[in-house]
T-cell receptor, first 116, second 111 residues
Framework: DTGVSQNPRHKITKRGQNVTFRCDPI?????LYWYRQTLGQGPEFLTY????????KSRLLSDRFSAERPKGSFSTLEIQRTEQGDSAMYLC??????????????FGPGTRLTVT | GEDVEQSLFLSVREGDSSVINCTYT??????LYWYKQEPGAGLQLLTY?????DMKQDQRLTVLLNKKDKHLSLRIADTQTGDSAIYFC???????????FGTGTRLQVFP
């Protein structure tokens, strides 16, 4: 397994456009997390899934944000009507709660969004 | 409440030890983590410690946890230029395991 992958790595969009990011977790991991990181800050939790169920959403996740994990494998994060304040690095992480639960979250390389 | 604090910057000479400190506020944290982030990259998990442990050693890395003071530290022995990066401590919240990160400490290693 090559680890957590995210696509695209970079996205530049105009204000008001919709964008969608994809995350492919480590294959045996049943938990998937989305975080957002702005310049000079640590990552902030957005939401997480256990299998296909979205179990928690942060107050940071406005109505313009939606995340899905339809088959319990990959996940998508969509931002509608982007604003300049959405410019950030969007990080995905995965972990396992199955046998041999290791309590470790492994992060992907991130998708850097720039809203102009 | 959920709050994790770190000093912003640390500069050390190559070969010396580095100690990066972190304080957290939530006593119900289950695990505490140290992540490394190089410029433009994602986060690399370095090590973690369960909340009922005091110390964990992993090669050049030593993690110390003082639960009473809610203080976590990461010691890097024989610091190398390749250790230059931003180091984040994070606490995981019970039941969800979502991570609460500090603002990061930028470690600069000079020859």
């Amino acid at each position: 397994d090559t680890g957590v992958s995210q696509n695209p790595r970079h996205k530049i969009t105009k204000r008001g456009q919709n964008v969608t990011f994809r995350c492919d977790p480590i294959s045996e991991h049943n938990r998937l997390y989305w975080y957002r990181q702005t310049l000079g800050q640590g990552p902030e939790f957005l939401t997480y899934f256990q299998n296909e169920a979205q179990l928690e959403k942060s107050r940071l996740l406005s109505d313009r944000f939606s995340a899905e994990r339809p088959k319990g494998s990959f996940s998508t994060l969509e931002i509608q009507r982007t604003e300049q304040g959405d410019s950030a690095m969007y990080l995905c992480a995965s972990s396992s709660t199955g046998t041999g639960y290791s309590y470790e979250q492994y992060f992907g390389p991130g998708t850097r969004l720039t809203v102009t | 409440g959920e709050d994790v604090e770190q000093s912003l910057f640390l500069s050390v000479r190559e070969g010396d030890s580095s100690v990066i400190n972190c304080t957290y506020t939530d006593s119900s944290s289950t695990y505490l983590y140290w992540y490394k982030q190089e410029p433009g990259a994602g986060l690399q998990l370095l090590t973690y410690i369960f909340s009922n442990m005091d110390m964990k050693q992993d090669q050049r890395l030593t993690v110390l946890l003082n639960k009473k003071d809610k203080h976590l530290s990461l010691r890097i022995a024989d610091t190398q230029t390749g250790d230059s990066a931003i180091y984040f401590c994070a606490e995981s919240m019970r039941n969800t395991d979502k991570l609460i990160f500090g603002t990061g400490t930028r470690l600069q290693v000079f020859p």
